[in-house]
């Protein structure tokens, strides 16, 4: 699976959550540059991508990710 498509997958997850349709994650994106996207949201994506990945990541990689592409980084490294 290539990086845009998790990315897509990840955009279409939180789009779903956030109610918000605008939303188009890179692998740049930070928490801060999406509106809504707080600390709560922030453990509701993670669970929905374990969920849908069929992954589960450790506790200090999700309190380590600043941005996207670091979670889409351990999404690689666990599926690898």
Request: proline share 1%; charged share 25%.
């Amino acid at each position: 699976m290539t990086n845009q498509e998790i990315l897509d997958r990840f955009t279409r997850t939180l789009r779903d959550l956030l109610d918000d349709e605008s939303i188009a994650l890179t692998m740049q994106t930070l928490r801060e540059d999406v509106p809504n996207w707080d600390s709560f949201n922030y453990v509701n994506f993670i669970v929905a991508v374990e969920m849908e990945f069929g992954v589960q990541f450790g506790v200090a990689n999700v309190e380590s990710f600043k941005t996207v592409g670091d979670i889409v980084g351990e999404l690689n490294a666990l599926l690898g």
